[in-house]
Structures are given as structure tokens and as C-alpha cells.
């Protein structure tokens, strides 16, 4: 298997406009999650779908950001309008879990967002 | 809720020293434990882990033992290397309500110099 596929790995905007983050998790797997990692906060749970459903979005910052996942093998983490602070690095991860173990998350490459 | 405390970073080592990466946690009921490592530029990948109390999750020299009386999971290895530099993650997955729920510690950064 490929792994988790994100794209872009580098993204770079102005601020104000639309990003558009993509993840392709392992195929089998029914969690998909979105972290942000930045030096100051480390690593956070934005958003985490079971079987393609939203389980928790409690970690997302605010109204400006949403994700998506339309089927099982694709994934969105949109941001309008983006802003500086959202500078960072987005993780996208998926795992399969059976009801009673939980098991390894498998992190993509990451994408690199700098917002001007 | 469930958390995860680690040591705080940096910790450097010279190569071939001991290492000891302190983990503890708290939570609801039975979780599985993991140590994940990232390394520069890189996403977090699984370096071991354990599922249950007693439980010793081993790897690449690595190993860390689930101590449910002292709710902890430290991480050791008795001879780090330069390409052991990185960043690792004590992280906490329980079974909560019919769903999957991880919680992840702050991050170790570890430097080993020559």
C-alpha cells in the first residue's frame, strides 16, 4: 500500500484566500483524522470520521475551517478565509479499529501551509 | 478526560548513552498505549506499543513497559545512536462510547551528538 497520500506538500497563500488541504487514507481503514502541528501548540486533533461520518470536531479553531469526506477514500480540510496564524503543518492519519482494540494511526507526509 | 503527560524536551544524549523518555497517563478505563516517533520533515509513524497492563512493546532497540499500577509507559533504549535524533509522542487510544478516541502527549524532542 502507498500510504496516506496528502497533497499539496507545500502550500503557500496570501491571506484571504481559500486553501484547500487533500488526504487519501490507507484503504481499509474506517478513521480518518486531521491535526495541525505548529511550534507553539504541538500537535492537535482538529477533526476525526469514523466509516466517513464526523465523530469530533471539537478541535477545530473556528467557522473558518471545515473538512469533508465524501467517501472512504478521500478526504478535504478547507480554510476560508485563511489567515497567518494558520501557518503550520496539517497531518491527516487513518487507522482501523475493530470494536474492542484500537490500533495504529498511520500519519500522511504532512502539508506544509505558510499564509502570507 | 484522558490526557498524557511527558518529560520535557530537549534531552540530549551523547551516542551510546541511556535514555529514558518519562510517559504517564490518565483515563476512563483500558486503553491501549504507543510510543510514536517523528523525525524531521517527517509525519509521526508507530515506534511500538501495548495493548495491555504488563504488556512490553519493543523495537529497534527501544522498549517500554505498561505499568497499569503506576499508569505510566516510559520509553527506553540502553544505547541511543545519532539517527536516534527525533521527536517522540507518548499517545493514549481507548475504546469511548463505540468509538476510537486518542489522546497524545506534547513531544520529546531528543538530540544525540557524536
Known amino acids: 500500500d502507498a500510504g496516506v497520500i496528502q497533497s499539496p506538500r507545500h502550500e503557500v497563500t496570501e491571506m484571504g484566500q481559500e486553501v484547500t488541504l487533500r488526504c487519501k487514507p490507507i484503504?481499509?481503514?474506517?478513521?480518518l483524522f486531521w491535526y495541525r502541528q505548529t511550534m507553539m501548540r504541538g500537535l492537535e486533533l482538529l477533526i476525526y470520521?469514523?466509516?466517513?461520518?464526523?465523530?469530533?470536531d471539537s478541535g477545530m479553531p473556528e467557522d473558518r475551517f471545515s473538512a469533508k469526506m465524501p467517501n472512504a477514500s478521500f478526504s478535504t480540510l478547507k480554510i476560508q478565509p485563511s489567515e497567518p496564524r494558520d501557518s503550520a503543518v496539517y497531518f491527516c492519519?487513518?487507522?482501523?479499529?475493530?470494536?474492542?482494540?484500537?490500533?495504529?494511526?498511520?500519519f500522511g507526509p504532512g502539508t506544509r501551509l505558510t499564509v502570507l | 478526560g484522558n490526557s498524557v503527560t511527558q518529560m520535557e524536551g530537549p534531552v540530549t544524549l551523547s551516542e551510546e548513552a541511556f535514555l529514558t523518555i518519562n510517559c504517564t497517563y490518565t483515563?476512563?478505563?483500558?486503553?491501549?498505549l504507543f510510543w510514536y516517533v517523528q523525525y524531521p520533515g517527517e509525519g509521526l509513524q508507530l515506534l511500538l506499543k501495548?495493548?495491555?497492563?504488563?504488556d512490553k512493546g519493543s523495537n529497534k532497540g527501544f522498549e517500554a513497559t505498561y505499568r497499569k499500577e503506576t499508569t505510566s509507559f516510559h520509553l527506553e533504549k540502553g544505547s541511543v545512536q545519532v539517527s536516534d535524533s527525533a521527536v517522540y509522542f507518548c499517545?493514549?487510544?481507548?475504546?469511548?462510547?463505540?468509538?476510537?478516541?486518542?489522546?497524545f502527549g506534547t513531544g520529546t524532542k531528543l538530540q544525540v551528538i557524536p
Open positions: 492519519a487513518s487507522s482501523f479499529s475493530d470494536r474492542v482494540y484500537t490500533d495504529t494511526q498511520y
Open positions: 484503504s481499509g481503514h474506517d478513521y
Open positions: 470520521f469514523n466509516n466517513n461520518v464526523p465523530i469530533d
Open positions: 483515563a476512563t478505563g483500558y486503553p491501549s
Open positions: 501495548a495493548t495491555k497492563a504488563d
Open positions: 499517545a493514549l487510544s481507548e475504546n469511548s462510547g463505540g468509538y476510537q478516541k486518542v489522546t
